[in-house]
Structure formats: structure tokens, C-alpha cells
């Protein structure tokens, strides 16, 4: 299923689209007071999360419901990691987090193979559970349980709001075990992330504002002075600095992407198919 169809675990009813061009960071979706934006600050002090979706899973590919059913990484979803902590490894996270469920594990993994960061396991960061729906496709969803597919509510499932806490909270404690200026890893699942990010933005978690997460993207939140804000989402690379030339050279050729500090990672997304966010992680 793709994105468009439908956002992870949350509903696409009659409010989907109100809010989907409002900058998700702003003063009022934040819930504070109106205050003048003023310029742009830097993020020396403030902690940033990146919120890394797993990689490719066969249910993902069949278009099944996971939740959270313990499903592995497949091929192509254990190169989308490898790939991806590549780019993640060159922000030299100080701290990675991740859901117990296997495929955001093996996810976690790659980044710790490269970084020496060990992974500290989290059972908030799972997947919206999906009770009798998961390991259905979506064409069964849809055919079974028509009334509960229109409003995408599992009828034994776990409720949005409950995730949408459960995943803020944890955060919230990730963020807390940071200094200022210092980034952490948090590897979960999409409606998790989605959730979460609506919990801490003031969204509406029950309407899509935010869209889905491709498997192996990722989104980065900021904090500072308790403030929350949405830097990037749905990403799946880094900043590319043009490189000085080199005497002799043509410069950077075809799919390479110069890092901070003069790595050179493929470029994201090369020869690795992509699938995007659905429902059910």
C-alpha cells in the first residue's frame, strides 16, 4: 500500500489534508504563544533525534499489515541499512535507540557495526499493535473488515492515542539523556515515528499531516528549551558539499556524494529499490 493510499496506522478521514502545507515546526502548532520568528538560529544547543524507519521486511513487500508481528529484514532491506548507516555513521551519534522488534534491530545493527555505538533497546518504539489484522494484506483488510479499513481502526487493535504517547514519551527520554548539541539514532517503525512526531508537534494524530516514511528514511526532530521542532522528513541523505576540484580531476563523478570530512558514500538510493511507507509498518 502505498503512502498516498494511506498514512501509517493513523486515519485519513475528512481532516486528512487540513494543515498538510503549515510549517511543522511553527509557533502554533507547538502550542506555545505567538512570538516573532526572528532569524534563523544554530543548532549548537539543541538535541536532535533522527528517526530512522527499518528497512524493507518481505511483509513489506507483500503489502501486509506487521504491527507488531516479529518479522526479519530481507535482502534488499538489509542493504537499504547498510546503505543508510553509511550517511548516518558521518553525524556521529553519541547515542542509538531502537524498537526490540527484529527487523529495527538488524536496522540498528548495521549503524553499530560502523559507529562502535551500542544499541539500547526500547519496547515503546514498536509498532502500532494491529490485533487481528496483522500478516492480512491490505486487499483482505479491505475485503474483511470494510467499516474498520475505512477508518483504519484495527477492531482489536492498539489505539492511536496510546501510541502516539508511547512513542512521545520515549522521545522525550531520549532527549533527555543527551548534552546539549548531541544527536541520537531512534530506530522505530512508521506509524510510531508518524505518531510520535504529531504527539510532540501538537498535530492532530488521528488526520494525515505528516506523510509516510520510506523504508530505511528517516525524519530528525530538534529540541530546545523544551521546544520541538521538525527539521526534516522522509529524508534519505545527507547535505552534499561540492568538493574542491582536484589538479588533474573532473571532480565528483556519477553516484558519489562527498561527506563532511572527505567521505564518500553512494549516493542514496542507488541500484536499492525504495518501499514507501504503509500501513501497519
Not at 515546526?25 to 544547543?45: D, F, H, I, K, Q
Not at 526479519?72 to 522488534?101: K, N, V
Not at 565528483?252 to 562527498?258: A, D, F, K
Request: with cysteine; proline share 6%.
Amino acid at each position: 500500500m502505498s503512502e498516498a493510499e494511506r498514512d501509517p496506522g493513523v486515519s485519513a478521514g475528512p481532516e486528512a489534508e487540513q494543515g498538510a502545507g503549515a510549517g511543522a515546526g511553527s509557533e502554533a502548532e507547538l502550542g506555545t504563544a505567538a512570538v516573532g520568528a526572528g532569524p534563523e538560529r544554530t543548532s549548537g544547543g539543541a538535541v536532535k533525534l533522527v528517526l530512522w524507519r527499518h528497512g524493507q521486511t518481505r511483509w513489506n513487500a507483500e503489502r501486509r499489515f506487521q504491527g507488531q508481528s516479529d518479522v526479519r529484514l530481507d535482502a534488499i532491506g538489509d542493504q537499504q541499512a547498510q546503505r543508510a548507516a553509511r550517511l548516518l555513521a558521518s553525524l556521529r551519534p553519541y547515542a542509538i535507540y531502537s524498537s526490540d522488534l527484529m527487523r529495527a534491530v538488524g536496522t540498528a545493527d548495521r549503524l553499530a557495526e560502523l559507529t562502535g555505538v551500542a544499541v539500547r533497546l526500547d519496547k515503546d518504539l514498536r509498532e502500532r499493535h494491529g490485533g487481528s489484522w496483522e500478516g492480512l494484506t491490505d486487499v483482505e483488510i479491505r475485503t474483511r473488515y470494510p467499516a474498520a479499513y475505512a477508518a483504519w481502526i484495527p477492531p482489536d487493535g492498539e489505539p492511536v492515542a496510546t501510541v502516539a504517547e508511547r512513542a512521545a514519551d520515549a522521545f522525550e527520554r531520549v532527549a533527555d539523556s543527551l548534552a546539549a548539541g548531541a544527536l541520537a539514532v531512534v530506530v522505530s517503525h512508521g506509524a510510531a515515528i508518524s505518531l510520535g512526531i504529531s504527539r510532540l508537534l501538537g498535530l492532530p494524530e488521528n488526520a494525515r499531516v505528516l506523510g509516510g516514511l520510506d523504508n530505511c528514511a528517516w525524519s530528525v526532530l530538534g529540541r530546545r528549551a523544551g521546544r520541538w521542532r521538525l527539521l526534516e522528513h522522509n529524508v534519505g541523505t545527507l547535505p552534499e558539499p561540492v568538493a574542491e576540484p582536484q589538479p588533474g580531476s573532473a571532480g565528483p563523478q556519477g553516484g558519489g556524494s562527498v561527506l563532511q570530512g572527505g567521505g564518500s558514500v553512494p549516493r542514496a538510493g542507488a541500484g536499492v529499490p525504495k518501499t514507501q511507507g504503509r500501513a501497519g509498518d
